[in-house]
């Protein structure tokens, strides 16, 4: 079955980064784009990227661009992805997500979830 | 980009149907039927509930349905249960390979 295993959670200090992974399990990484998407306390959805782990292409939200970095290791099939120059607001649950996709199409909609990862920036 | 809209909350009595919400633009609603719904309860992940628009993924009850009108998109649950509350949020294509998620609905069944 699909499954999207991400690290654990992260306490930093504002200034420094994080990275975190997702391994994927259950199917063909390379066949199926990996989103992230952030939940800061009581708020809502927030898409931050995604990245093609057949080629390695990212795709970043205006927001981010600068700051974050969506990497991926095929031959472990996990995708990563790192936040720098942390500040408090950065305080969220992350989560990883998979991308539908078929015969070569992808149809923007995420079917499988990570369990999420909770970075705390705090001083 | 901006944060589709949808009603910051709706509340139903069981048995009862409720429809919530999301206003985009021209730019993504409006133009791709690329909208999703997601279901997520307190500390858990988020499930996706409708692609598309209106298509409903295996094992997600018929009683969810979802369309679309102009810029805004719109998700039904029919016969209400108390299993449905939840946050609900859209999401959509926006173009130049990005998604834009909606500020997120609170469902309260009564």
């Known amino acids: 079955q699909v499954q999207l295993v991400q690290s654990g959670a992260e306490v930093k200090k504002p200034g420094a980064s994080v990275k975190v992974s997702c391994k994927a399990s259950?199917?063909?990484?390379?066949?199926?784009?990996i989103h992230w998407v952030r939940q800061a306390p009581g708020q809502g959805l927030e898409w931050m990227g995604r990245?093609?782990?057949?080629?390695?292409?990212?795709n970043y939200a205006q927001k981010f661009q600068g700051r974050v970095t969506m990497t991926r290791d095929t031959s472990i099939s996990t995708a990563y992805m790192e936040l720098s120059r942390l500040r408090s607001d950065d305080t969220a649950v992350y989560y990883c997500a998979r991308e539908y996709c078929s015969r070569g199409r992808c149809y923007s909609f995420l079917d499988y979830w990570g369990q999420g990862t909770l970075v705390t920036v705090s001083s | 980009q901006s944060a589709l809209t949808q009603p910051a909350s709706v509340s139903g009595s069981p048995g009862q149907s409720i429809t919530i919400s999301c206003t985009g633009t021209s730019s993504d609603v409006g133009t791709f039927n690329l909208v999703s719904w997601y279901q997520q309860h307190p500390a858990k992940a988020p499930k996706l509930m409708i692609s598309e628009v209106s298509k409903r993924p295996s094992g997600v009850s018929d009683r969810f349905s979802g369309s679309k009108s102009g810029n805004t998109a719109s998700l039904t649950i029919s016969g209400l249960q108390a299993e449905d509350e939840a946050d609900y949020y859209c999401?959509?294509?926006?173009?130049?390979?990005?998604?834009?998620f909606g500020g997120g609905t609170k469902l309260t069944v009564l």
């Open positions: 990245i093609n782990p057949n080629n390695g292409g990212p």
């Open positions: 999401c959509s294509y926006a173009g130049s390979n990005t998604l834009v």
């Open positions: 259950g199917y063909t990484f390379t066949d199926y784009f």
